[in-house]
């Protein structure tokens, strides 16, 4: 049986919110099966849990956002994506993420902090079936811009990979690679994907700062880049480290859909809002999905068979 997994010990880490610039302190501790990713805001009284759930986003504007209503206003945990990615990445399906304020800490602005931490704590097999979601049909969404398309697509695949292709109009993106495909079964998340930053434009760091967002960002927890060139001193962490940044993030965004994904996801352009109106135009749409779980390990597909080989070498 390929089984459901959580932690095996609680592990704390603490740091900077990218945008609110609020210290904010983490404790990430082990959950049933069946329990899925839950935030917390122990910092509330009494305590707020937010299920890490697509239909729970409610901003995504440089991020990915859960809100909740409740009698203590509106509750927030941003910038979830960078942790989505990591448990994906790692095949975490349970687990309670403890913070005392409305962000989680940016780290490095790579998902591989996260790996670190959920590695150290060590990683505990569940004895229940991990459940799938197997794209049936496609399911597309699209967003018109000035400059073209923006869209992201499902199709049927019995694996997991992601097809992504950026544009951007700055000299140092046009020199690096704009499009990447990455495909569970073939790559290593930790090596190949873990290790890209979140990037942003010197030229647009007062109007975030008047917004609100980037309160916390800097050269230690990102790639800035001004019109010409990329700022920090030690370079880049891969020669196309920014589409496979926008993978890392799509990896998370998608996660929020409860459940690791048997599909092809192809994308060009797209972004947190994007990512989550394909997972909830997915939930719209029940034929165009089910879920498989894998009892017998013998009648596991091939791609799925050698992505969980992959995954215990990461």
């Known amino acids: ?12 880490a603490s740091g900077v919110g990218l945008h609110s ?5 983490m404790a990430m501790r082990p959950a049933a099966p069946n329990t899925g990713i839950v935030f917390r805001r122990v910092d509330l009284d009494p305590v707020v849990d937010l299920r890490a759930t697509a239909l729970a986003v409610g901003d995504t504007r440089m991020c990915s956002c859960l809100e909740q209503q409740s009698a ?3 509750i927030r945990v941003g910038t979830i994506e960078h942790l989505m990615s990591a448990f994906a990445g790692l095949g975490i399906d349970n687990a309670f993420v403890d913070l005392d304020a409305a962000e989680l800490p940016i780290l490095d602005g790579s998902a591989s902090p996260f790996v670190f931490l959920i590695q150290s704590a060590g990683i505990e097999e569940q004895p229940v079936a991990k459940r799938f979601i197997r794209i049936k049909r496609s399911i597309e969404v699209r967003e018109a811009d000035r400059a073209g398309d923006k869209w992201a697509r499902f199709e049927p695949y019995e694996g997991f990979k992601l097809t992504f292709s950026i544009i951007f109009n700055h000299p140092a993106i046009d020199r690096t690679g704009q499009e990447v495909s990455f495909d569970f ?12 930053r979140t990037f942003g434009f010197m030229q647009e760091v007062e109007w975030l700062r008047e917004n609100g967002l980037a309160q916390g960002g800097g050269l230690d927890n990102a790639v800035v880049l001004d019109e010409y060139r990329v700022l920090n001193s030690d370079g880049l962490r891969y020669a196309d480290e920014f589409v496979k940044h926008k993978v ?14 048997l599909a092809s996801f192809t994308a060009h352009k797209s972004g947190h809002a994007l990512n989550n109106a394909l997972a909830r135009e997915l939930l719209a749409n029940p034929d165009a999905w089910e879920y498989v779980s894998f009892e017998d390990q013998a009648q596991m597909p091939h791609a799925v068979a050698r992505w969980m080989a992959q995954r215990a070498f990461q």
């Open 1 to 12: 049986m390929l089984k459901q997994r959580t932690l095996k010990t609680l592990i704390r």
């Open 21 to 25: 610039g609020v210290k904010v302190n």
């Open 72 to 74: 203590q206003g509106n």
């Open 185 to 196: 079964a073939e790559h290593s998340y930790t090596r190949e994907v873990a290790r890209a």
């Open 248 to 261: 890392l993030d799509a990896i998370g965004d998608l996660y929020l859909l409860g459940h690791p994904l």
